[in-house]
């Protein structure tokens, strides 16, 4: 099952921050975080395993309600190299494979 | 170090044909995927191999699409005969391992069906 992502698409200005939300009905172990800029490859962000644990990378930060089967992504003070679509990948088992949302275009501007 | 290499980049071909995909994954990476990525969407996989293994090829239309990875190392992934819906960017992957470890993602070939 896709997990459903939210927005669908944000604009941001430089210094604004955003939240990108992604949810799934089924449990989870894990969230995936990417982001792809237009026709580039998708490249990592952070993983967040069962257990609540909230992971930084630089400015972007992300949380993993395990109960709520959801996770959040935080950009604070945003760059225009942030501007892309964010993908989250759900697994609900440490072998199963990943499956991605539709993704969250941000688009940051002056 | 280089990353997951793909090609071609590009290929436009005529329905009925048959197309062929080849992937290079980062050296020392046991996991290689294949995903299809059709636009405004998400990656869709295809296939995951762990080694020279297949451990999940339940989205692989099996009627048409084939792959293979060899030795454990190098991915062709071919579809005969194409159809217009085949259309997409299909991405190669490649991890550590299975569980839990990051993806590196190839550039990807933007296949057209005419």
């Known amino acids: 099952q896709q997990p459903v992502q939210s927005p669908q698409a944000v604009i941001l200005r430089e210094g604004e921050d955003a939240v990108i939300n992604c949810s799934s009905s089924?449990?989870?172990?894990?969230v995936h975080w990417y982001r792809q800029k237009h026709g580039e490859a998708p490249v990592f962000l952070m993983i967040?395993?069962?257990?609540?644990e909230q992971k930084g990378h630089e400015k972007i930060s992300a949380s993993f309600n395990e109960k709520k089967q959801q996770s959040s992504l935080y950009l604070t003070a945003s760059q225009l190299s942030y501007s892309g679509t964010y993908f989250c990948g759900t697994n609900s088992g440490g072998y199963q494979k990943v499956t991605f949302g539709t993704g969250t275009k941000l688009q940051v501007i002056p | 170090e280089a990353g997951v290499v793909q090609s071609p980049r590009y290929k436009i071909i005529e329905k009925k044909q048959p197309v062929a995909f080849w992937c290079n994954p980062i050296s020392g990476h046991n996991t290689l995927y294949w995903y299809r990525q059709n636009l405004g969407q998400g990656p869709e996989l295809l296939i995951r191999y762990e080694n020279e293994e297949a451990v999940d090829d339940s989205q692989l239309p099996k009627d048409r699409f084939s792959a293979e990875r060899l030795k454990g190392v190098d991915s062709t992934l071919k579809i005969q005969p194409a159809e217009l819906g085949d259309s997409a960017v299909y991405l190669c992957?490649?991890?550590?391992?299975?569980?839990?470890?990051?993806?590196?993602f190839g550039q990807g070939t933007r296949l057209t069906v005419v």
């Open positions: 992957a490649s991890s550590l391992s299975m569980t839990n470890t990051e993806a590196f």
């Open positions: 967040l395993l069962k257990g609540g």
């Open positions: 089924k449990a989870l172990y894990s």
